[in-house]
């Protein structure tokens, strides 16, 4: 999960620095999803073990 997070941080980075790859709303707006569930998840986890 950890890994899964860095790549969509990664993406999202390169798709908004300035001359990056041309991106729709849509994809953008998955992929800041994608960070979302990660962190729920995290939360979740860590919620469990205590």
Not at 34 to 41: E, K, L, R, S, T
């Amino acid at each position: 999960m950890f890994m899964g997070r860095i790549a969509v941080t990664r993406r999202i980075l390169v798709v908004l620095t300035p001359g990056g790859p041309p991106v729709g709303a849509a994809d953008l707006g998955l992929l800041i999803e994608m960070i979302a569930v990660f962190v729920a998840g995290l939360i979740a986890v860590s919620i469990v073990e205590k």
